[in-house]
């Protein structure tokens, strides 16, 4: 089967981590300006989501700039992502249907998301990719030419 392979920060994140991630994916890196925008939430609530979107190594901080920012390893998973289908198998026991076409990958398939990342990023160690599939959900979409 041919697909598209799409990935979103998993769950275990909350609306903070959540609303950071997609702030910075959308070119918004200045600190004091998501600050701004989350204006509801506490400096130590916004601190502490950056803290943890850093260790798992979501984000990076170059603290000269002051500026946030993709870690190499998301963007390398994005750039992948958008420009590549692939063929694949996939086991009945691994997937959840969600309609016709598209694929959730269980969440607690550690091991089906590690081989989704091992698979789109052959060159990285893998204890790290271990460490990001705990991260990210992935979305299988059948027909590969076809993306929206």
């Known amino acids: 089967m041919k697909v598209k392979i799409d990935f979103s920060l998993c769950r275990r994140f909350g609306v903070v ?7 910075i994916l959308n070119g918004l890196t200045n600190p004091q300006q998501i600050g701004a925008f ?3 939430f506490s400096d130590e609530v916004i601190a502490n989501s950056l803290r943890k979107l850093v260790n798992q190594q ?37 997937l959840l249907v969600t309609d016709n076409s598209d694929y959730s990958i269980e969440k607690t398939a550690i091991e089906a998301r590690t081989a989704i990342l091992v698979k789109l990023l052959p060159n990285v160690k893998r204890s790290f990719l271990i460490g990001l599939a705990k991260c990210f959900d992935f979305r299988i979409c059948k027909g590969g030419e076809i993306y929206d």
Not at 17 to 23: G, N, P, S, V
Not at 71 to 94: G, K, R, T, Y
Request: aromatic share 6%.
């Open 58 to 94: 979501i984000i990076r901080v170059d603290i000269e700039s002051r500026k946030l920012s993709l870690s190499d390893a998301v963007v390398a998973l994005i750039e992948i992502c958008m420009h590549s289908s692939f063929e694949i198998d996939i086991p009945n026991e691994i």
């Open 38 to 40: 989350l204006w509801v």
């Open 17 to 23: 981590e959540q609303t950071i991630f997609r702030l």
